[in-house]
């Protein structure tokens, strides 16, 4: 989905390294979220926000952070990378005031750590 | 804890067979679903989505079933596509606090469309 964009698209980094993913949106939407998908694991939720001032912990939040600096943009730091954190990440964005939870997903960023 | 699930990882069709992809969740409390398509190197595009109140829902060429009884849903698709070739994922909405609700993914199948 376009309106929701994702920096960079790829990245190869090495142990050790601090990286920053970035995501803005153009929908409007309080609520953001990231995850990340490994093969035959799905999606796993690491960060939510439901708005700028709400911060919350998925089920492995363990090894990142977040900011949440704009309604519009949602970043997830890994401060000190390491190797079984090479995944795809996916940032997305839902808006309950629509009734339905549906979540837009922008197109991934592959982190590779070395 | 709460989990959802698939029954078959993969699933290879003809064209212009009928797909069935089955999910089964674990949260009786779970009020919402949600099934997802993600094409290679895409992220994932909502198909369709069901209330805990409803047994049936029909999209185009798509349809979703849900068995609150045996806590099953499955996605039908009908006269397949080589573009219906994708990863499929059922997600469940279930209370996580409060008014706050969160997606929980299933592992997704893999859908192989043979010309």
């Known amino acids: 989905d376009a309106d929701v964009t994702q920096t960079p698209r790829n990245r190869i980094t090495k142990t050790g390294k601090r990286i920053m993913l970035e995501c803005s949106q153009t929908?409007?939407?309080?609520?953001m979220y990231w995850y990340r998908q490994d093969p035959g694991l799905g999606l796993r939720l690491i960060y939510y926000s439901f708005d700028v001032k709400d911060i919350n912990k998925g089920e492995i939040s363990d090894g990142y952070s977040v900011s949440r600096q704009a309604q519009a943009k949602f970043s997830l730091s890994l401060e000190s990378a390491i190797p079984n954190q090479t995944a795809l990440y996916f940032c997305?964005?839902?808006?309950?005031?629509?009734?339905?939870?549906?979540?837009?997903f922008g197109p991934g960023t592959r982190l590779t750590v070395l | 804890g709460e989990s959802v699930g698939l029954h078959l990882p993969t699933l290879s069709v003809q064209e212009g067979d009928n797909s069935i992809i089955n999910c089964a969740y674990s949260?009786?409390?779970?009020?919402?679903f949600i099934w997802y398509k993600q094409e290679s190197g895409k992220g994932p595009q909502f198909i369709i989505d069901?209330?805990?109140?409803?047994d049936k829902r029909q999209g185009q060429r798509v349809t979703v079933l849900l068995n609150k009884t045996v806590k099953h849903l499955s996605l039908q698709i009908a006269a397949t596509q080589p573009g219906d070739s994708a990863v499929y994922f059922c997600?469940?909405?279930?209370?996580?606090?409060?008014?706050?609700?969160?997606?929980?993914f299933g592992k997704g199948t893999l859908l192989t469309v043979n010309p």
């Open positions: 929908k409007g939407h309080d609520r």
């Open positions: 997600a469940e909405r279930g209370d996580s606090g409060g008014s706050n609700y969160k997606l929980t």
């Open positions: 949260n009786s409390a779970s009020d919402y």
């Open positions: 069901i209330r805990s109140n409803m």
């Open positions: 997305a964005t839902s808006d309950p005031t629509s009734g339905r939870d549906e979540q837009f």
